[in-house]
């Protein structure tokens, strides 16, 4: 009930303040995943209106709080109705705040969505209020007359970052012209120039042509990005030696073909673990799927691949990725990842078959938290150069983790305790917490048992038909 009230308020005073703009306001049917309202401007001096979607969210379950943007996070589904309505009219994503009722706007386009490896996210700047001094920005953008700002850039995505670091060497691509259109690596090194060509052309809609690099939709995007990292290292690390040598080996890696890089960057990515190789996944989906390679495509991720199908995408993992994958989260603190790509009813029963008990885990708990706020206030500190702004948010945290200490007894499981408290903050750092005192391996193993067998609907796929192989675990991504 609370949960509707938040969203009928968001609605009304979103409403409210459209309606001081002298626009139209037209509340939708609700449905499931259909925008909320439609919002008509009076007509112009040319005689045209204009009409944009709204999707309005309210309560801080919709959202995740960073320090300088909001992050939405949303599903497949909500994903592929968007774009359909993004055919039609422009729209923008509305959140509103109840911690303060203030309400913040985004302008939803492909720019600035970025893929998880389990959802679709979109980061609102806290720039973004909604009031009556957003109304020419947003005619701006429905009229066609914007252009991605500076906080922009930067929040989109790790080659927006990258791309904004002081690197000695730059790194830029093209589509070369004289060859179809095929992507052009492009070095430089003060007055040394050199270039990788790669046999491939993205499709018109894979291609950005204001950052001149794929979009994120194409499957070879995250391989890129990452391979501009080790290109990056690797001339940095050998002293920024002569691009002529450098050159050679890259074009001994990637021979030619994008594909290349995908395979090279997702073994290099996991050498040393006991993730299985980028040819066993290849494998693996051609064994269970009869395809052969003209009839999908494989993005690789960073554990896992996704293979694309004209029925289809489909997910290919397997124990040692999953593994690896929560060993990343759990030994960076990933409170975000914790929160978004793992599944709480795991853990839930993963604390409830080892059993902790007070005094053991409350002390663990309170050091985590005192290590996550030193850490945020150093990387604030990093940042922006001031944190007196954390100081209140610090304070609500302690209540709220001496409220979670003393409903302890009474609750049957921490771990949804932390979640149905505080699931942002207090639930991944009671994971991590649990994952402090248990044995690592033996969650771990736990996990994939309960996500492989229990949780998901996997398929088996055994390629050696060995006891002592890897399993690899197929499942369909459609929503």
Not at 32 to 46: C, F, H, K, Q, R
Not at 97 to 120: G, L, V
Not at 357 to 386: A, C
Not at 425 to 452: K, N, Q, S
């Amino acid at each position: 009930m609370n949960h509707f009230k938040t969203e009928r308020k968001a609605i009304y005073d979103t409403a409210g303040i459209f309606t001081k703009f002298g626009w139209i306001f037209r509340e939708q049917p609700i449905v499931d995943i259909g925008i909320d309202a439609l919002v008509e401007t009076p007509i112009d001096e040319n005689g045209k209106i204009k009409i944009f979607g709204l999707q309005i969210k309210g309560g801080e379950a919709n959202f995740q709080k960073k320090e300088i943007f909001i992050t939405f996070y949303f599903s497949e589904r909500h994903y592929l109705y968007w774009n359909a309505i993004c055919e039609n009219y422009p729209l923008f994503i509305v959140l509103q705040d109840p911690s303060n009722d203030r309400i913040y706007w985004q302008y939803y386009s492909f720019e600035k969505i970025a893929k998880t490896p389990k959802n679709y996210k979109i980061n609102i700047p806290y720039s973004n209020i909604l009031d009556i001094n957003s109304k020419e920005e947003i005619l701006d953008i429905i009229n066609g007359n914007y252009s991605l700002g500076f906080l922009d850039h930067i929040l989109e995505s790790d080659f927006d970052l990258l791309q904004n670091q002081n690197h000695k060497m730059n790194i830029s691509y093209k589509l070369n012209t004289e060859n179809k259109g095929e992507i052009q690596i492009c070095l430089q090194y003060k007055k040394q120039k050199a270039s990788l060509d790669l046999d491939y052309i993205p499709k018109k809609n894979h291609w950005s042509i204001e950052k001149s690099f794929l979009t994120w939709e194409n499957v070879y995007y995250y391989s890129l990005v990452n391979f501009e990292k080790y290109i990056i290292n690797q001339f940095e690390s050998k002293n920024r030696r002569s691009l002529k040598k450098l050159v050679t080996e890259l074009n001994f890696i990637v021979q030619g073909k994008i594909e290349n890089i995908a395979e090279f960057i997702f073994d290099f990515s996991n050498k040393g673990s006991k993730v299985p190789k980028y040819a066993e996944f290849i494998q693996a989906f051609e064994q269970h799927s009869k395809l052969n390679k003209t009839h999908y495509e494989a993005c690789a991720f960073d554990f896992s691949i996704h293979f694309k199908t004209s029925k289809g995408t489909y997910e290919v993992s397997t124990y040692e990725s999953l593994s690896e994958c929560l060993n990343y989260y759990f030994q960076n603190g990933s409170y975000d990842e914790i929160y978004t790509e793992t599944n709480e009813n795991i853990w839930k029963e993963i604390y409830i078959d080892q059993g902790i008990e007070k005094s053991k885990f409350i002390p663990v708990m309170q050091n985590e938290w005192e290590h996550y706020w030193t850490r945020l206030y150093d990387k604030i500190r990093k940042e922006i150069g001031r944190t007196e702004h954390l100081n209140d948010k610090k304070e609500e945290s302690w209540k709220r983790f001496i409220l979670f200490v003393n409903l302890f007894n009474d609750a049957d499981n921490a771990i949804e305790l932390a979640f149905d408290f505080d699931d942002m903050v207090l639930y991944p750092m009671a994971v991590i917490t649990m994952l402090r005192i248990f044995d690592l391996e033996t969650c771990f193993d736990e996990y994939c048992e309960y996500e492989f067998y229990e949780i998901n609907n996997w398929e088996s796929i055994d390629i050696y038909n060995n006891m002592d192989s890897s399993l690899f675990y197929i499942r369909s991504l459609e929503f």
